[in-house]
């Protein structure tokens, strides 16, 4: 059993910055791509950074391009998010997924095989 375990959320004025981190249980963590996703109220679901297994490969949607940087270590078996210049807009609850048939990072929600509960994160004006 997988399991993915977020923390690092909070609530930060914007312009301020955060980390949050998704530990993942199992030995396999380094056949799994890694990505964030988040979901702010009455919002669908949205992919915010990927990564390769090895970590030599990033992707990031558009509206955090440049401000967020998604980051693993493959031996402590957790996946970061580096979320500098925050916005309110980036209010949401951000999850981390596991996706372990693809080489690629995929933006589809429903691509990945396992999730984390979730962490909120809240921006202040």
């Known amino acids: 059993q997988v399991q993915l375990v977020e923390s690092g959320g909070g609530l930060v004025q914007a312009g301020g910055s955060l980390r949050v981190s998704c530990a993942v249980s199992?030995?396999?963590?380094?056949?799994?791509?890694m990505a964030w996703f988040r979901q702010a109220p009455g919002k669908e679901r949205e992919f915010a950074a990927g990564?390769?297994?090895?970590?030599?490969?990033?992707e990031y949607g558009d509206s955090v391009k440049g401000r967020f940087t998604i980051s693993r270590d493959n031996v402590k078996n957790t996946v970061y998010l580096q979320m500098n210049s925050l916005k309110p807009e980036d209010t949401a609850v951000y999850y981390c997924?596991?996706?372990?048939?693809?080489?690629?990072?995929?933006?589809?929600?429903?691509?990945?095989?396992?999730w984390g509960q979730g962490t909120q994160v809240t921006v202040s004006s």
């Open positions: 997924a596991a996706d372990w048939r693809r080489v690629g990072i995929s933006l589809q929600f429903d691509n990945y095989d396992y």
């Open positions: 199992g030995r396999l963590f380094r056949n799994y791509v």
């Open positions: 990564i390769n297994r090895s970590g030599s490969m990033t």
